[in-house]
């Protein structure tokens, strides 16, 4: 009688429709929108959300990850006369004060004080030209987003200072795997004493600090000028979920909150997110290959779906939902250590439940895997 033995390959949450990408029209009110899985990076809705837009302060979150990134948090920076005297919201610096890079990061995000993105920008590039060369070259090379170009730092009206709802929720996913931006994103307020203002600094989104509260909010950023209406990023977990939302023009602060709870709604409601664990080994179709995870690989389904694992002989690893349609893939050549294996036959895979994929194969005295 043979003798069998499984090896487990944890293979994920369940997801939420069957195809991946929601065709409801969401009555949005904002001119643009979009919320998206963090961790797959996957969209789930949208909304003009390729339109080139002015995002006033959201540029902040750009100009936070970039010096969290390439500056040293415990430098003192010091505030020249053009930082102190910005024009607009303000953390009250002044000139000659020296502040640490960390206070004036999280002063920025969580006031979103224009001084502060001036003194930033200043010391990390020598001027605030320089730091946008260096801004957007980062944004570009680094974040690979292809849409934005920004013009300063703190997102102050500027014709050609411009987004899109897209590129801001992948600078926003980018950052979110920062812990130290999480930190400061995350921040309801901040004790702040400079020179002139002794005082604590509470964050100005609404859904962050508890005045419209909603289950699961982890962190946000508002924006807001005249040319662009109010902008808003807001991030939000439950479970294994997380998710963010951009929205851009809204006509009022409340519209934007109400655009964001409904795209937070869209996405819990009807999206789940998966992921293959590292520690998985994985095969080709042929079983010529085995493959050794680097990393943790995330995917988003619908809730209704129960996704399958299928690999190729070239080593195309595809998620594939109930109908047969690719979902997400991956090319395990590039994201896992590839060996070259002999395998007895057959090896029959097969969904065991939602969450986990079996690989029967007869024992040969070969031991586990």
């Not at 006369?81 to 009250?92: I, L």
């Not at 962190?219 to 902008?231: D, E, L, N, P």
């Not at 085995?290 to 809730?303: A, G, M, P, Q, R």
């Amino acid at each position: 009688m043979k003798k069998f033995f499984i090896i487990f390959i944890l293979a994920l949450i369940p997801f939420a429709s069957t195809k991946v990408s929601a065709e409801s029209d969401l009555p949005l009110n904002s001119e643009a929108g979009i919320i998206i899985d963090a961790k797959s990076g996957k969209v789930l809705y949208g909304k003009n959300m390729d339109k080139r837009m002015y995002p006033a302060s959201l540029t902040k979150v750009a100009t936070a990850i970039y010096a969290i990134e390439h500056g040293d948090k415990n430098e003192l920076v010091t505030v020249s006369k053009k930082a102190a005297k910005a024009d607009g919201s303000s953390v009250f610096i002044e000139p000659g004060e020296e502040i640490e890079l960390s206070e004036l990061i999280a002063g920025m995000l969580i006031n979103s004080g224009n001084d502060a993105a001036i003194a930033i920008a200043e010391h990390m590039s020598g001027s605030e030209e320089l730091f946008m060369e260096d801004l957007n070259e980062f944004l570009r090379k680094e974040v690979n987003i292809t849409d934005t170009h920004f013009t300063n730092p703190h997102g102050l009206f500027d014709k050609d200072h411009l987004t899109t709802a897209s590129d801001l929720a992948k600078i926003t996913q980018y950052a979110m795997k920062n812990e130290t931006f999480r930190e400061y994103f995350g921040k309801k307020e901040l004790p702040w004493e400079v020179e002139t203002w002794d005082t604590t600094l509470i964050t100005h989104h609404k859904m962050l600090k508890g005045e419209l509260p909603y289950k699961g909010i982890t962190g946000g950023k508002t924006g807001f000028v005249s040319q662009s209406g109010y902008t808003l990023i807001s991030t939000a977990t439950r479970g294994e979920q997380e998710l963010i939302a951009v929205t851009l023009k809204a006509p009022s602060d409340k519209i934007a909150y109400s655009d964001t709870k409904l795209l937070f709604n869209y996405g819990f409601e009807n999206f789940k997110s998966g992921k293959i664990d590292k520690k998985s080994k994985l095969y080709s179709a042929d079983y010529s290959n085995s493959y050794t995870l680097n990393e943790d690989l995330y995917y988003t389904h619908l809730i209704s779906d129960q996704p399958n694992l299928k690999t190729s002989n070239d080593g195309i690893l595809s998620i594939m939902n109930q109908e047969g349609e690719a979902i997400k893939s991956f090319d395990l050549n590039t994201v896992a250590v590839v060996r070259n294996t002999v395998l007895p036959a057959p090896i029959k895979q097969e969904t065991i439940n939602d969450n986990l994929i079996k690989f029967s194969v007869p024992s040969l005295g070969l031991g586990g895997f």
